[in-house]
């Protein structure tokens, strides 16, 4: 039986493809970056994918993940392949050699033992968030993270000056990157837009600043400051994202919770995605999810995920998201939750970011590879070893 389109890819990839550029296993040609990006991919006969958006299948040159949203949808192995079933047909598969990760990304979604076995031999994460993007659950091996000693210095550094110095740079970083991607937005607008953009960019950078500054030598001795900096960096932020938008949006400000405006939804979804991959690279690195130092510990929840995401926030899902919607981009709601079409295209364009390729450490890498290069820098950092510098976004 012949093989369906998406699974023949070439033989060899005759030219490595520009950095605003990935090559695409669906449609065999490459693809531009997320804000250009056309979704009506062609899909030949025999390559089943369902038409309801249940199933996504992003592919790029190194791999590829399957992002799985629909009832009673099944996911199992079949061979060398993860087959996705519904009503106990194949309507998805793809060979685990091309898989980084699945993503399951709603209720009602089962699948095997023997499949999470191979994955977790073959070192390929499962991650579960709800419907609206709040992350659930990730699945690796655990002997991914058999460490004992690191857990053990990012358990003390709460309590000294190694803690201390990883908040501020954790605040310095995202209000760094806040500020980057405003002059960014700022670089397509003229007048009193980008003026406005400028000069709250000019004040984010004054706010880093202060941040790297203050005093103290534990964590609990810096965060109440820090979080100050951090919430007036965050109001100025969004209001000037709120100002670029277009009114039709309906965008009034930033809600992490509960029902709002599509926006919002559509941020808190892709957030999500960006939660599933911090996730995987925090426990590759060696650290414990749960202990975190400017978010403070709760049973259930994350800190030290959440911690490492703040970096991210702005390279990966807010440029991906904002940029799309800048130029066009449509969000359709259901009962308050984004629509499958808009799930598809949140997923697709920060997926495609975090395979884009950006400069860090004086070299060209993969945003993906980025996030772990960073879970393993901190994890060195609270050893003693290195000195913690978060990923700087390149305008």
């Not at 070192?123 to 659930?136: D, E, H, K, Q």
């Not at 397509?188 to 880093?208: I, Q, Y």
């Not at 900096?229 to 992490?256: K, S």
Request: net charge positive; aromatic share 8%; hydrophobic share 40%.
């Amino acid at each position: 039986m012949a093989s369906p389109a998406f699974l023949q890819y070439p033989e060899a990839i005759r030219r490595k493809p520009p950095a605003s550029e990935q090559f695409n296993w669906i449609s065999g040609a490459y693809d531009v970056l997320p804000e250009q990006l056309d979704l009506d991919l062609p899909v030949l006969d025999d390559a089943i994918l369902p038409d309801d958006s249940t199933v996504t299948l992003l592919a790029t040159e190194n791999g590829a993940q399957l992002l799985v949203a629909g009832f009673g949808l099944y996911i199992g192995k079949k061979g060398e392949r993860i087959v996705v079933k519904k009503s106990g047909k194949v309507c998805a598969q793809i060979p685990f050699m091309r898989a980084q990760e699945v993503i399951i990304a709603s209720r009602g979604v089962s699948f095997s033992s023997d499949l999470l076995e191979e994955l977790c031999a073959r070192g390929i994460r499962v991650g579960c968030m709800t419907s609206s993007g709040r992350p659930v659950a990730l699945i690796t091996s655990p002997l991914l993270t058999a460490t004992v000693e690191t857990r053990r210095r990012q358990l003390a550094a709460s309590d000294n000056e190694r803690g201390a110095e990883f908040c501020r740079w954790i605040v310095a970083g995202k209000l760094h990157n806040q500020e980057k991607l405003l002059r960014y937005f700022g670089k397509s607008r003229d007048g009193a837009r980008r003026e406005a953009l400028d000069t709250t960019a000019t004040t984010l950078r004054r706010l880093r600043k202060d941040a790297l500054a203050v005093e103290g030598s534990s964590c609990d001795a810096v965060r109440g400051t820090l979080m100050g900096l951090e919430g007036t960096g965050g109001r100025m932020y969004w209001q000037r994202i709120g100002d670029m938008l277009p009114d039709e949006l309906g965008f009034a400000g930033r809600h992490h919770q509960g029902p709002g405006d599509a926006v919002n939804a559509a941020l808190n979804y892709g957030y999500g995605i960006l939660y599933t991959h911090v996730w995987g690279a925090v426990m590759n690195a060696g650290l414990e999810p749960f202990a975190g130092f400017m978010h403070v510990d709760r049973s259930g929840k994350p800190s030290m995920v959440l911690d490492m995401v703040e970096e991210f926030r702005q390279p990966v899902v807010d440029r991906a998201i904002l940029t799309w919607l800048n130029k066009g981009g449509r969000l359709g709601l259901t009962k308050g939750m984004l629509d499958a079409d808009a799930k598809e295209n949140v997923a697709a364009r920060v997926l495609l970011r975090m395979n884009a390729t950006e400069r860090h450490r004086g070299k060209n890498h993969e945003v993906r590879s980025i996030i772990q290069m960073q879970a393993r820098l901190a994890a060195s950092a609270l050893r003693g070893s290195r000195q913690y510098r978060p990923f700087a976004f390149q305008w």
